[in-house]
T-cell receptor
Framework: DTGVSQDPRHKITKRGQNVTFRCDPISEHNRLYWYRQTLGQGPEFLTYFQNEAQLEKSRLLSDRFSAERPKGSFSTLEIQRTEQGDSAMYLC??????????????FGSGTQLSVL | AQTVTQSQPEMSVQEAETVTLSCTYDTSESDYYLFWYKQPPSRQMILVIRQEAYKQQNATENRFSVNFQKAAKSFSLKISDSQLGDAAMYFCAYTGNQFYFGTGTSLTVIP
């Protein structure tokens, strides 16, 4: 068990560019979550997957954001036409998915995005 | 809508002393869970403690304990015998159908 890993750790991009982040959850974890965290704030829910199905998306997730989990293992989060307001830490978390609620989330170290 | 409020942006405690971090939440659900997560400078979120709303007994994990007041919708975290490694951001979180986090409390431990 190597924990949740995220790649890259840091990403600097110019406004208008597209970026893609990857998250590898703990193996055999069915649920995978994406959160966004800005400085001084708590994580904000973006979306989550149960296996390969994307079950919920936050209203925060504009049309420029898309997430996939094609084989129910790793996930990617893509941001198109980045804006300066997208600058944040993007956190991924996974959980076993063996109960409806109350599960412990295991977090990755995050991807810090800076949009210039 | 569910909200989580942490009214203390910053707290400090002397090493080996006890500190209590406050959290209140708002929900119309009767079945839910509450958590405290720790985020050190490395920014990796680590679970500190979890409380099930249907349990009246307060959860404890070694030096960490909670005071869960369901009627008041209050969920405070007590850290006893504070250590330098406890310095971090602490987030209170609620889960019903989704996870909701508070804005965090930055804890400083003074040697």
């Amino acid at each position: 068990d190597t924990g949740v890993s995220q790649d890259p750790r840091h990403k600097i991009t110019k406004r208008g560019q597209n970026v893609t982040f990857r998250c590898d959850p703990i193996s055999e974890h069915n649920r995978l979550y994406w959160y966004r965290q800005t400085l001084g704030q708590g994580p904000e829910f973006l979306t989550y997957f149960q296996n390969e199905a994307q079950l919920e998306k936050s209203r925060l997730l504009s049309d420029r954001f898309s997430a996939e989990r094609p084989k129910g293992s790793f996930s990617t989060l893509e941001i198109q036409r980045t804006e300066q307001g997208d600058s944040a830490m993007y956190l991924c978390a996974s959980s076993p998915g063996d109960r409806d609620r109350g599960e412990k989330l295991f977090f990755g170290s995050g991807t810090q995005l800076s949009v210039l | 809508a569910q909200t989580v409020t942490q009214s203390q942006p910053e707290m400090s405690v002397q090493e080996a002393e006890t500190v209590t971090l406050s959290c209140t939440y708002d929900t119309s659900e009767s079945d839910y869970y509450l958590f405290w997560y720790k985020q050190p400078p490395s920014r990796q979120m680590i679970l500190v403690i979890r409380q099930e709303a249907y349990k009246q007994q307060n959860a404890t994990e070694n030096r960490f304990s909670v005071n869960f007041q369901k009627a008041a919708k209050s969920f405070s975290l007590k850290i006893s015998d504070s250590q330098l490694g406890d310095a971090a951001m602490y987030f209170c979180a609620y889960t019903g159908n989704q996870f909701y986090f508070g804005t965090g409390t930055s804890l400083t431990v003074i040697p």
